[in-house]
């Protein structure tokens, strides 16, 4: 049952994700198209031609985020359940549900919340390799997190 959850989990993410993409791409070209012949031609656009560049650099920033992510979410092995925390792993703590792949922020999927976290946080390097039901503490954090499931 968990592992029918982590696949639907894994997919709508990424159909979530190639969404965003398609979005930004097509504001993007709407940007583009907006802006008319007469407008060039009069050099009216050249006054915010540097802050349009801006918005567009920040979008191909945004679009190369999210092909990362979508990247780290289509290979991630939905047929392995994993008995410890690793790369891949969907983990239930005391907190909340982090999915081990790359750093997005909490979405909610279905009934689930969860959160994406990438091996170089400090969460994961804390929980790296511990198993169901261990306890743990992140440095400057009063909060006790405890494992309650692994998929």
Not at 121 to 140: C, D, I, N, R, V
């Amino acid at each position: 049952m968990r592992s029918i959850m982590k696949k639907q989990l894994i997919t709508e993410l990424i159909n979530r994700t190639k969404n965003e993409i398609t979005l930004i791409e097509e504001n993007e070209k709407e940007d583009v198209k907006s802006v008319t012949e007469e407008q060039v031609n009069e050099n009216i656009y050249e006054n915010t031609r540097e802050e349009e560049i801006g918005i567009i650099a920040q979008s191909n920033l945004a679009i190369d985020d999210l092909k990362k992510r979508l990247d780290h979410l289509e290979n991630i092995s939905v047929a392995i359940t994993h008995d410890h925390v690793a790369l891949g792993a969907l983990v239930t703590l005391n907190t909340g549900t982090v999915l081990v792949s790359t750093a997005f922020p909490k979405t909610k999927v279905n009934d689930l919340e969860v959160t994406g976290i990438s091996t170089d946080s400090p969460l994961y390097q804390k929980m790296e390799g511990l198993k169901q039901g261990a306890e743990f503490h992140l440095t400057g954090h009063n909060t006790e997190f405890i494992i309650e499931a692994i998929q």
